[in-house]
T-cell receptor
Protein backbone atom coordinates (compact mmCIF):
# COMPACT_ATOMS: atom_id res chain seq x y z
CA UNK A 1 0.00 0.00 0.00
CA UNK A 2 0.88 3.68 -0.13
CA UNK A 3 1.59 3.94 3.58
CA UNK A 4 1.78 1.91 6.76
CA UNK A 5 -1.71 0.91 7.80
CA UNK A 6 -2.67 0.00 11.35
CA UNK A 7 -5.90 -1.37 12.72
CA UNK A 8 -7.90 -0.79 14.72
CA UNK A 9 -7.21 2.89 15.26
CA UNK A 10 -8.74 2.70 18.71
CA UNK A 11 -9.32 -0.27 21.00
CA UNK A 12 -10.91 -0.33 24.43
CA UNK A 13 -10.61 -3.60 26.28
CA UNK A 14 -11.26 -4.94 29.73
CA UNK A 15 -8.39 -5.82 32.01
CA UNK A 16 -7.44 -9.45 31.58
CA UNK A 17 -8.62 -9.77 27.97
CA UNK A 18 -6.30 -10.51 25.05
CA UNK A 19 -5.94 -8.03 22.18
CA UNK A 20 -4.46 -8.21 18.70
CA UNK A 21 -3.15 -5.18 16.87
CA UNK A 22 -2.48 -5.32 13.15
CA UNK A 23 0.10 -3.60 10.98
CA UNK A 24 0.26 -3.67 7.20
CA UNK A 25 3.61 -2.20 6.08
CA UNK A 26 4.46 -0.51 2.82
CA UNK A 27 4.58 -3.05 0.05
CA UNK A 28 8.14 -4.29 -0.48
CA UNK A 29 9.43 -3.11 2.89
CA UNK A 30 11.24 -5.99 4.52
CA UNK A 31 11.89 -4.35 7.89
CA UNK A 32 8.98 -3.83 10.29
CA UNK A 33 9.10 -2.28 13.77
CA UNK A 34 6.73 -1.96 16.70
CA UNK A 35 6.98 0.88 19.24
CA UNK A 36 4.87 1.90 22.19
CA UNK A 37 4.13 5.52 22.99
CA UNK A 38 3.01 6.08 26.56
CA UNK A 39 2.04 9.43 28.02
CA UNK A 40 5.19 11.19 29.12
CA UNK A 41 7.39 8.23 28.20
CA UNK A 42 8.33 8.90 24.61
CA UNK A 43 8.64 6.01 22.19
CA UNK A 44 9.67 2.63 23.54
CA UNK A 45 11.01 0.00 21.13
CA UNK A 46 9.23 -3.35 21.32
CA UNK A 47 10.29 -5.63 18.46
CA UNK A 48 11.51 -5.61 14.88
CA UNK A 49 11.45 -8.02 11.98
CA UNK A 50 13.90 -8.08 9.09
CA UNK A 51 13.00 -10.42 6.24
CA UNK A 52 13.28 -14.06 7.27
CA UNK A 53 15.73 -13.41 10.09
CA UNK A 54 14.83 -14.08 13.70
CA UNK A 55 13.08 -11.01 15.12
CA UNK A 56 14.75 -8.76 17.68
CA UNK A 57 12.41 -9.12 20.66
CA UNK A 58 14.64 -7.30 23.10
CA UNK A 59 12.11 -4.54 23.81
CA UNK A 60 9.09 -6.66 24.69
CA UNK A 61 8.24 -5.71 28.28
CA UNK A 62 6.92 -9.10 29.40
CA UNK A 63 5.99 -12.55 28.13
CA UNK A 64 2.40 -11.32 27.76
CA UNK A 65 3.58 -9.53 24.63
CA UNK A 66 4.27 -11.36 21.38
CA UNK A 67 4.36 -10.55 17.70
CA UNK A 68 4.46 -12.41 14.46
CA UNK A 69 4.88 -11.50 10.85
CA UNK A 70 3.27 -13.81 8.35
CA UNK A 71 4.54 -14.09 4.81
CA UNK A 72 7.00 -11.29 5.36
CA UNK A 73 4.24 -8.69 5.22
CA UNK A 74 1.44 -8.17 7.74
CA UNK A 75 2.36 -8.23 11.42
CA UNK A 76 0.21 -8.82 14.48
CA UNK A 77 1.14 -7.68 17.98
CA UNK A 78 -0.67 -9.68 20.64
CA UNK A 79 -1.03 -8.67 24.27
CA UNK A 80 -2.39 -11.37 26.54
CA UNK A 81 -4.14 -10.74 29.85
CA UNK A 82 -4.01 -6.98 29.36
CA UNK A 83 -3.21 -4.72 32.29
CA UNK A 84 -4.01 -1.04 32.78
CA UNK A 85 -0.33 -0.15 32.35
CA UNK A 86 -0.55 -1.53 28.79
CA UNK A 87 -2.68 1.48 27.84
CA UNK A 88 -0.71 3.39 25.22
CA UNK A 89 -0.48 4.13 21.52
CA UNK A 90 1.14 1.26 19.66
CA UNK A 91 3.01 2.41 16.57
CA UNK A 92 4.19 0.33 13.66
CA UNK A 93 6.82 1.44 11.18
CA UNK A 94 8.55 -0.04 8.17
CA UNK A 95 11.61 0.54 6.03
CA UNK A 96 12.85 -1.01 2.82
CA UNK A 97 15.40 -2.87 4.92
CA UNK A 98 17.30 -2.26 8.13
CA UNK A 99 20.14 -0.51 6.29
CA UNK A 100 17.80 1.99 4.64
CA UNK A 101 16.25 2.64 8.02
CA UNK A 102 19.64 3.86 9.12
CA UNK A 103 19.98 6.28 6.24
CA UNK A 104 16.43 7.38 5.65
CA UNK A 105 14.48 6.63 8.81
CA UNK A 106 11.18 4.80 9.01
CA UNK A 107 7.67 5.36 7.74
CA UNK A 108 5.22 5.22 10.62
CA UNK A 109 1.58 4.29 10.74
CA UNK A 110 -0.95 6.39 12.63
CA UNK A 111 -0.99 3.95 15.53
CA UNK A 112 -3.52 2.04 17.59
CA UNK A 113 -4.65 3.70 20.79
CA UNK A 114 -5.22 0.96 23.34
CA UNK A 115 -7.17 1.68 26.50
CA UNK A 116 -7.44 -1.00 29.16
CA UNK A 117 -10.28 -0.40 31.61
CA UNK B 1 23.67 1.73 25.55
CA UNK B 2 22.19 4.25 23.18
CA UNK B 3 20.11 7.11 24.51
CA UNK B 4 18.68 10.45 23.46
CA UNK B 5 17.97 13.36 25.77
CA UNK B 6 15.67 16.18 24.77
CA UNK B 7 14.72 19.35 26.55
CA UNK B 8 11.48 19.03 28.42
CA UNK B 9 8.45 20.84 27.17
CA UNK B 10 6.10 22.27 26.61
CA UNK B 11 7.75 25.06 24.70
CA UNK B 12 5.40 27.97 24.11
CA UNK B 13 6.33 30.62 21.56
CA UNK B 14 4.65 33.45 19.76
CA UNK B 15 4.37 33.25 16.00
CA UNK B 16 7.55 34.35 14.19
CA UNK B 17 9.73 33.66 17.23
CA UNK B 18 12.99 31.74 16.96
CA UNK B 19 12.88 28.08 17.98
CA UNK B 20 15.55 25.88 19.47
CA UNK B 21 14.85 22.40 20.80
CA UNK B 22 17.94 20.84 22.34
CA UNK B 23 18.90 17.23 21.73
CA UNK B 24 21.97 15.35 22.91
CA UNK B 25 22.81 11.71 22.46
CA UNK B 26 24.92 8.83 23.70
CA UNK B 27 25.78 6.10 21.25
CA UNK B 28 28.44 3.66 20.21
CA UNK B 29 30.00 4.19 16.83
CA UNK B 30 28.70 6.81 14.43
CA UNK B 31 24.93 6.97 14.54
CA UNK B 32 22.57 8.60 12.10
CA UNK B 33 20.42 11.32 13.68
CA UNK B 34 16.82 12.26 12.98
CA UNK B 35 14.06 14.62 13.95
CA UNK B 36 10.50 13.38 13.70
CA UNK B 37 7.36 15.46 14.11
CA UNK B 38 3.94 14.33 15.32
CA UNK B 39 1.08 16.69 14.55
CA UNK B 40 -2.06 16.40 16.68
CA UNK B 41 -3.94 13.21 15.91
CA UNK B 42 -1.38 11.99 13.39
CA UNK B 43 1.50 9.53 13.25
CA UNK B 44 5.18 10.40 13.28
CA UNK B 45 6.66 11.95 10.18
CA UNK B 46 10.32 12.25 9.36
CA UNK B 47 11.26 15.93 9.46
CA UNK B 48 14.99 15.87 8.73
CA UNK B 49 18.09 13.75 9.13
CA UNK B 50 21.87 13.77 9.16
CA UNK B 51 24.04 10.71 8.71
CA UNK B 52 27.53 11.96 9.53
CA UNK B 53 29.34 14.58 11.56
CA UNK B 54 28.91 18.21 10.44
CA UNK B 55 26.01 17.29 8.15
CA UNK B 56 23.10 19.70 8.29
CA UNK B 57 19.60 18.36 7.81
CA UNK B 58 16.90 20.80 6.73
CA UNK B 59 13.24 20.72 5.79
CA UNK B 60 10.28 23.13 5.97
CA UNK B 61 12.49 25.87 7.42
CA UNK B 62 13.79 23.61 10.21
CA UNK B 63 17.50 22.85 10.51
CA UNK B 64 19.73 20.68 12.68
CA UNK B 65 23.49 20.15 12.52
CA UNK B 66 25.19 16.90 13.58
CA UNK B 67 27.80 17.97 16.14
CA UNK B 68 29.97 15.03 17.09
CA UNK B 69 32.19 17.03 19.43
CA UNK B 70 29.20 17.98 21.59
CA UNK B 71 27.10 14.89 20.72
CA UNK B 72 24.22 17.19 19.86
CA UNK B 73 21.60 17.64 17.14
CA UNK B 74 19.62 20.73 18.14
CA UNK B 75 16.56 21.62 16.10
CA UNK B 76 16.16 25.25 15.03
CA UNK B 77 13.75 27.35 13.05
CA UNK B 78 14.06 31.06 12.46
CA UNK B 79 10.37 31.96 12.47
CA UNK B 80 7.76 29.53 13.77
CA UNK B 81 4.14 29.42 12.66
CA UNK B 82 1.02 28.28 14.44
CA UNK B 83 0.99 25.28 12.10
CA UNK B 84 4.32 24.13 13.60
CA UNK B 85 2.55 23.25 16.85
CA UNK B 86 3.32 19.58 17.36
CA UNK B 87 5.49 17.15 19.33
CA UNK B 88 9.07 16.87 18.11
CA UNK B 89 11.14 13.73 18.67
CA UNK B 90 14.89 13.45 18.33
CA UNK B 91 16.15 9.98 17.43
CA UNK B 92 19.32 8.12 16.61
CA UNK B 93 20.04 4.98 14.64
CA UNK B 94 23.02 2.85 15.48
CA UNK B 95 23.78 -0.42 13.73
CA UNK B 96 25.14 -3.58 15.23
CA UNK B 97 23.29 -5.08 18.14
CA UNK B 98 21.06 -2.02 18.41
CA UNK B 99 19.86 -1.73 14.81
CA UNK B 100 16.80 0.36 15.50
CA UNK B 101 15.75 3.93 16.13
CA UNK B 102 16.14 5.13 19.70
CA UNK B 103 13.92 8.09 20.51
CA UNK B 104 13.94 10.89 23.00
CA UNK B 105 10.86 11.57 25.09
CA UNK B 106 9.58 14.28 22.75
CA UNK B 107 9.14 18.03 23.16
CA UNK B 108 5.76 19.63 22.71
CA UNK B 109 5.78 22.95 20.87
CA UNK B 110 2.83 25.31 21.13
CA UNK B 111 2.86 28.38 18.90
CA UNK B 112 0.37 31.15 19.59
CA UNK B 113 -0.69 34.19 17.59
Amino acid sequence: GAGVSQSPSNKVTEKGKDVELRCDPISGHTALYWYRQSLGQGLEFLIYFQGNSAPDKSGLPSDRFSAERTGGSVSTLTIQRTQQEDSAVYLCASSLEVATGERYGYTFGSGTRLTVV
Amino acid sequence: GNSVTQMEGPVTLSEEAFLTINCTYTATGYPSLFWYVQYPGEGLQLLLKATKADDKGSNKGFEATYRKETTSFHLEKGSVQVSDSAVYFCALYSTGTASKLTFGTGTRLQVTL
